[in-house]
């Protein structure tokens, strides 16, 4: 159809089609008809998308999913907003009913080719039918359903990448429950994915959403994932603030160490130095890590 090699950026787009024929010819058909293709020395490019759909292969995909039981439409639904690939007692768990109460919504959804299994999970044979369905219900719910997620899977103790991925798809402040959570999850969980736990942790700490008592906890943690994904200025400037404000001595001597460390990455070494005088000369710093503080200005 294209008469061209598709490039990655294309052949990614038609991936969501999962191989079906028909899906596929109407999808490229649209992205060529919008001009969001350009064919340069053999090789057809994608020049711009969006995730919208063409009407006639929403009409289509709509068609088929309206064979379906209506109570398997509704649980696909929300299945959909955990992604194309997803767990059943997650889902249970988000929608508040037994898992045996699943059973015959998810075989009928099996057996009609919209679910395939993937491991141990089930998983949308088409990406697009996915998108169709999560597209059916309006903005507004589907961040107030992922919200409800999040709270439900923090509140289960899920996997923390679980939770994540429903709270970065709320926009706006974030409830007061998820810097209660942050603060209580182990620091190191959130190094799994820094640039993530970094985006949430500004977001919980901008008003209105302050953290409350957990704010001098969140800062130094937004502190270190900052230092360590390198972000240099923006981290020296919270180290600084963090270690006038928090009167936790393990924490403000850390903060403090975070300051000797970011001002030696920036060579600014004077300052360096005298951050680390005074914190070695400051009996509330603990011994150990006054000692620590000492080698690092040796």
């Known amino acids: 159809m294209l008469a061209a090699r598709p490039d990655p950026n294309v052949a990614g787009e038609l991936a969501r089609c999962g191989g079906n024929p028909l899906f596929l010819r109407e999808f490229l058909a649209d992205?060529?008809?919008?001009?969001?293709?350009?064919?340069?020395?053999?090789?057809?490019?994608?020049?711009?998308?969006?995730?919208?759909?063409?009407?006639?292969?929403?009409a289509t995909i709509r068609r088929r999913l309206s064979q379906l039981y209506p109570r398997t439409r509704e649980v696909l639904r929300m299945a959909a907003l955990l992604g194309n690939e997803f767990d059943v007692y997650e889902l249970a768990l988000v929608i508040r009913r037994a898992a045996d109460t699943l059973v015959t919504p998810l075989e009928q959804a099996v057996t009609e080719g919209v679910l395939t299994e993937s491991?141990?999970?089930?998983?949308?044979?088409?990406?697009?039918?996915?998108q169709v369905l999560d597209e059916e219900l309006s903005v507004s719910m589907r961040r107030a359903l992922h919200a409800q997620f999040a709270r439900a899977l923090a509140d289960a103790d899920a996997p923390v990448n679980s939770v994540v991925r429903h709270l970065l798809a709320v926009s706006g402040p974030l409830e007061s429950w998820v810097a209660?959570?942050?603060?209580?999850?182990?620091?190191?969980?959130?190094?799994?994915?820094?640039?993530?736990?970094?985006?949430?942790?500004?977001?919980?700490?901008?008003?209105p959403?302050?953290?409350?008592?957990?704010?001098?906890?969140l800062l130094a943690r937004l502190v270190a994932m900052l230092f360590w994904l390198g972000d240099t200025e923006q981290a020296c400037g919270l180290a600084a603030e963090a270690a006038r404000t928090d009167s936790d001595p393990e924490r403000n001597a850390r903060m403090r160490m975070y300051q000797v460390r970011i001002a030696s990455r920036m060579s600014e070494y004077g300052t360096a130095l005298a951050?680390?005088?005074?914190?070695?000369?400051?009996?509330?710093?603990?011994?150990?890590?006054r000692a620590r503080i000492r080698a690092w200005a040796s």
Do not use: K, Y
């Open 275 to 289: 951050v680390a005088a005074a914190a070695a000369a400051d009996e509330r710093v603990p011994e150990l890590w």
């Open 119 to 130: 491991g141990d999970r089930l998983a949308f044979r088409h990406a697009l039918i996915r």
């Open 180 to 207: 209660r959570w942050l603060s209580g999850l182990p620091e190191r969980t959130l190094f799994a994915e820094p640039e993530v736990a970094a985006q949430l942790l500004r977001r919980v700490l901008d008003p």
């Open 209 to 217: 959403v302050s953290g409350g008592g957990q704010r001098e906890v």
């Open 31 to 58: 992205l060529v008809r919008e001009g969001h293709v350009d064919t340069v020395d053999g090789t057809a490019r994608l020049r711009s998308g969006g995730n919208r759909l063409p009407l006639t292969l929403t």
